[in-house]
């Protein structure tokens, strides 16, 4: 089974500066990547994933990650925050056609004014 | 209208009480799971179900069990609950084939707690 590694379980940031959420996997071969999206009293929405082909993905709201198969990492980042990111992030990684998610932790990100 | 539901939203219960979640959803997808959320844990994988006939267990399985009724429909059961099965437990479906590349889609999720 993948094991996912979120760093930090908090992070603060002021509305319009960068956010940045760090997520690394444990696995030889690339897997499939997704950012999941969690606003209070609410289900996971899917940010973004990665399959194949371009290393940086574009998903919602402004946000997109980096696929770095030699760091083993799927990066989140915002260029510019703003008050309605508040919420907890979930990186997620499935071995290619296994059909199971393995998930981090969960990152949660408050917004300053 | 929300493709995946699950109901009840909020169920608070007693130890030793026999516990059903249920899950629904209009997708069409044939693959479906459970799990729990905890805080600074994650999701955990409790069942999952690829088909009508197959039945899975995940990293968490015991003192829960599952039925798929219908391909929409996946029920987590609590035989006899207990305190440390209070979480947040969702619901989540995925389509099979290679074009879906694993990607789940999530309901609104059940707070239980168990007193």
């Known amino acids: 089974a993948q094991s996912v590694t979120q760093l930090g379980s908090h992070v603060s940031v002021s509305e319009g500066a960068l956010v940045l959420l760090r997520c690394n996997y444990s696995s030889s071969v690339p897997p499939y990547l997704f950012w999941y999206v969690q606003y209070p009293n609410q289900g996971l929405q899917l940010l973004l994933k990665?399959?194949?082909?371009?290393?940086l993905v574009k998903g919602i709201n402004g946000f997109e990650a980096e696929f770095k198969k030699s760091e083993t990492s799927f990066h989140l980042t915002k260029p510019s925050a703003h008050m309605s990111d508040a919420a907890e992030y979930f990186c997620?990684?499935?071995?290619?056609?296994?059909?199971?998610?393995?998930f981090g932790a969960g990152t949660t990100v408050t917004v300053r004014a | 209208d929300a493709d995946v539901t699950q109901t009840p939203r909020n169920r608070i219960t007693k130890t030793g009480k026999r516990i059903m979640l249920e899950c629904s959803q209009t997708k069409g997808h044939d693959r479906m799971y459970w799990y729990r959320q905890d805080p600074g844990l994650g999701l955990r994988l409790i069942y999952y179900s690829f088909d009508v006939k197959d039945i899975n267990k995940g990293e968490i399985s015991d003192g829960y069990s599952v039925s798929r009724q219908a391909q929409a429909k996946f029920s987590l059961s609590l035989e006899s609950a207990i305190p440390n099965q209070t979480a947040l437990y969702f619901c989540a479906t995925s389509a099979s084939g290679d074009l879906h590349t694993d990607t789940q889609y999530f309901g609104p999720g059940t707070r239980l707690t168990v007193l």
């Open positions: 997620a990684v499935s071995d290619r056609g296994d059909y199971k998610l393995s």
């Open positions: 990665y399959t194949t082909g371009a290393t």
